[in-house]
């Protein structure tokens, strides 16, 4: 999804679909035997949660940077969670990335 601003971007995230733990197996099954299409649907469930993330920021960091900062963290936990595993939730693993993300954002920024 390509986003012109934030607030284009909050927009868009609030009309994404929230996947349940069954439908996110089911695609996860699906992304393990090469199918990109399941891929983006679990990263577009995850977009809200990137945006709750963003929101929190103060408005000066509330910027399309950081933005394109915790999407490529979406996209990298996505590629590296094992869905299939109970271990941990993704949620949790997510929320790490994003801190992290925010972080190497204002880090890069100075």
């Known amino acids: ?7 284009d971007f909050y927009e868009k995230s609030g009309s994404c679909y929230v996947m349940n733990r069954q439908e996110e197996i089911e695609c996860a ?4 035997s090469g199918d990109n299409d399941a891929r983006e649907r679990l990263i577009q469930s995850y977009v809200p949660m990137v ?5 929190r920021m103060q408005p000066p960091m509330q910027n399309l940077g950081l933005v ?3 999407m490529q963290a979406l996209e990298k936990a996505v590629d590296s969670f ?23 954002y ?3 920024k100075r």
């Open 1 to 7: 999804m390509v986003y012109i601003s934030v607030k």
């Open 29 to 32: 099954k699906q992304m393990k």
């Open 51 to 55: 945006a709750r993330h963003i929101k």
């Open 68 to 70: 394109l900062y915790c």
């Open 82 to 104: 094992d869905f299939l595993q109970d271990s941990e939730t993704f949620s949790h693993r997510l929320s790490w990335g994003l801190r992290q993300a925010t972080t190497n």
């Open 106 to 108: 204002i880090v890069n």
